[in-house]
């Protein structure tokens, strides 16, 4: 049953604190996004690769975020220095063609931010 | 940046009864995708609709897109209290490469 996994599912840093989020794609899927959702915003799309090449990140804040893929099998999301207001559920998703297709979500990686 | 948005914002209803959500868009899209999320879940994809189809059935879902007013709506017919979750609509820009961009979405409760 192949699904998109994500760690941690759940994490409580102090400000100022790096966190780091993890994603495992669907083996073969060749897009990756990463959306973070609040209930003021909703889901906000905050980084996109194709084949690992970043996309689009403009949905992300340059200064503390940061989004690789240092392989097929892995997708990171980094926050550096962390802030409160960066509390949120953080959620990645892969697809074999992008938004041309469905996209497959993991659970969820809810961080706190205190 | 939203792209779609949802309407109503919440939705209760009845067992039994039809359930009606609208999503408006601003863009030229290449398809409309509708998403349902349990509390404390990730998305499930439910159905797609390129933009050259004008109606699409999957089970009890149906769904309509019209492209000259930049809409769409799900059906959800003869509804269950398992039907009840936030439903989001997505949109894949046609000048944007693939990026899929969520509403802010509809909150369903079927009551039993």
């Known amino acids: 049953d192949a699904r998109v996994t994500q760690t941690p599912r759940h994490k409580v840093t102090e400000m100022g604190q790096e966190v780091t989020m993890r994603c495992q794609p669907i083996l073969g899927h060749n897009t990756v996004f990463w959306y973070r959702q609040t209930m003021m915003q909703g889901l906000e799309l905050l980084a996109y690769?194709?084949?690992?090449?970043?996309?689009?990140d403009s949905g992300m804040p340059k200064d503390r975020f940061s989004a690789e893929m240092p392989d097929a099998t892995l997708a990171t999301l980094k926050i550096q220095p962390s802030e409160p207001r960066d509390s949120a559920v953080y959620f990645c998703?892969?697809?074999?063609?992008?938004?041309?297709?469905?996209?497959?979500f993991g659970q969820g990686t809810r961080l706190t931010v205190v | 940046s939203q792209q779609g948005e949802e309407d109503p914002q919440a939705l209760s209803i009845q067992e039994g009864e039809n359930a009606t959500m609208n999503c408006s868009y601003k863009?030229?899209?290449?398809?409309l995708q509708w998403y349902r999320q349990n509390s404390g879940r990730g998305l499930v994809h439910l159905i797609l609709?390129?933009?050259?189809?004008r109606e699409k059935h999957s089970g009890r879902l149906r769904v309509t897109l019209d492209t000259s007013k930049k809409s769409s709506s799900l059906l959800i017919t003869a509804s269950r209290a398992a039907d009840t979750a936030s439903y989001f609509c997505?949109?894949?820009?046609?000048?944007?490469?693939?990026?899929?961009?969520f509403g802010q979405g509809t909150e369903l409760s079927v009551k039993p």
């Open positions: 997505a949109t894949d820009d046609h000048n944007q490469g693939g990026k899929l961009i």
């Open positions: 998703a892969s697809g074999p063609r992008g938004g041309d297709t469905e996209a497959f």
């Open positions: 863009t030229s899209i290449n398809n």
């Open positions: 609709i390129r933009s050259n189809e």
């Open positions: 690769f194709r084949n690992r090449a970043p996309l689009d």
